[in-house]
């Protein structure tokens, strides 16, 4: 993430690049309302006083806990947030994927990383591959005879990717290899 030392003027303005969990309070100078944008590649989030984790990855999902956010599908630059059009709003309980909104069941699991643990809760194998990949940086492949398997439980960020494959594999028999930077699970 990227931000000033300090706010100047008018506008609030961070660039994220991954993902990140957001308080923002609402502020005021000379009684007009400093905005608050948070910019990644693909798109800008503009903050209207909320609780929300962006996850500008390969997911680009963003899921709010309270309040309010808009989006702009332009992205990069600082200080272009002003001439941004943000057509697409959420409400609480919603994850914006970029191209449709998605009520969540359970808002808490877009946080979970913050929390400490992966939430395999209505998650697949294939699903938790990609967090798997992002949070260990390595590259998994799985067996498509595998990828659809349904999980459910919790695992704590701290254990070693082997503990947290070797639990998988209590549960669902599977074997997987480590080649490099590379997993394959079958």
């Known amino acids: 993430m990227r931000y000033p030392i300090s706010f100047r003027g008018d506008i609030r303005e961070v660039a994220l690049d991954g993902e990140g969990y957001f308080e923002?309070?609402?502020q005021e100078r000379n009684h007009k309302r400093v905005p608050f944008f948070v910019r990644?590649?693909?798109?800008?989030i503009q903050v209207l006083g909320t609780k929300f984790n962006a996850d500008f990855t390969a997911n680009n999902e963003t899921a709010l806990l309270e309040g309010?956010?808009?989006?702009s599908d332009r992205g990069s630059s600082l200080e272009q947030s002003r001439k941004d059009q943000f057509s697409v709003r959420i409400r609480p309980n919603q994850v914006y994927d970029g191209k449709k909104i998605i009520e969540a069941k359970d808002i808490a699991r877009y946080i979970d990383w913050k929390e400490g643990y992966f939430d395999l809760n209505d998650l697949?194998?294939?699903q938790l591959s990609?967090?798997?990949s992002a949070?260990?940086?390595v590259e998994i492949k799985v067996d498509n005879s595998l990828a659809q398997?349904?999980?459910f439980g919790r695992v704590r960020r701290d254990?070693?990717?082997k503990e947290v494959l070797d639990l998988i594999a209590q549960v669902h028999p599977m074997n997987y290899t480590m080649e490099n930077n590379y997993i394959y699970i079958k």
Not at 40 to 44: K, L, N, P, V
Not at 68 to 71: C, D, K, L, Q
Request: glycine share 12%; hydrophobic share 40%; aromatic share 12%.
């Open 40 to 44: 990644g590649d693909r798109q800008t």
């Open 124 to 126: 697949n194998v294939g």
């Open 159 to 161: 254990k070693s990717l």
């Open 130 to 132: 990609r967090k798997l």
């Open 24 to 26: 923002v309070a609402k």
């Open 68 to 71: 309010s956010v808009a989006f």
């Open 135 to 137: 949070w260990y940086g």
């Open 149 to 151: 398997v349904q999980l």
